[in-house]
C-alpha cells in the first residue's frame, strides 16, 4: 500500500521561505517520479514542480524540488513567498515528469495547506 504523507505549510509571510516535505511508503522516492501540485480556491490544481531518475523541473525559479533517497522523502522549498502562492499543496506520484506534467499521477498526498499574508 503507497502512502504519501505530507508535512509543513501553515501561514508565512510574504518574501519568506517555505519547506514542504512528503515522506513515501509502499514506493522508493528513486524509481518515481515525484511531484508537487498546488490548487488555489476556485483554480485548477496546477503542476509546481517534480524530479524524478535523470531530471528536475519546477514552475520557477523560486522553487526548489530535492530528494533524499535515504529518507524516502521529496521536499519542496519555495523563497520567496508571494501572495498568490496561497493555495493546498499535493505531493504526487508518477511514472515520468511528463506523465506528471499530464496528470497522469498514480498516489496523491494528502495535502497541506499554505497561507501567504501580504
Known amino acids: 500500500q503507497v502512502q504519501l504523507v505530507q508535512s509543513g505549510g501553515g501561514l508565512v509571510q510574504a518574501g519568506g521561505s517555505l519547506r514542504l516535505s512528503c515522506a513515501a511508503s509502499?514506493?522508493?522516492?528513486?524509481?518515481?517520479?515525484m511531484g508537487w501540485f498546488r490548487q488555489a480556491p476556485g483554480k485548477e490544481r496546477e503542476f509546481v514542480a517534480a524530479i524524478d531518475r535523470s531530471a528536475h523541473v519546477t514552475y520557477d525559479d523560486r522553487f526548489t524540488i530535492s530528494r533524499d533517497n535515504a529518507k524516502n522523502t521529496v521536499t519542496l522549498q519555495v523563497n520567496p513567498l508571494k501572495p498568490e502562492d496561497t493555495a493546498v499543496y499535493y505531493c504526487?506520484?508518477?511514472?515520468?515528469?511528463?506523465?506528471?506534467?499530464?496528470?497522469?499521477?498514480?498516489?496523491w498526498g494528502m495535502g497541506t495547506q499554505v497561507t501567504v499574508s501580504s
Open positions: 509502499g514506493l522508493t522516492v528513486i524509481s518515481s517520479a
Open positions: 504526487a506520484a508518477g511514472y515520468n515528469i511528463q506523465a506528471l506534467r499530464l496528470k497522469r499521477i498514480d498516489y
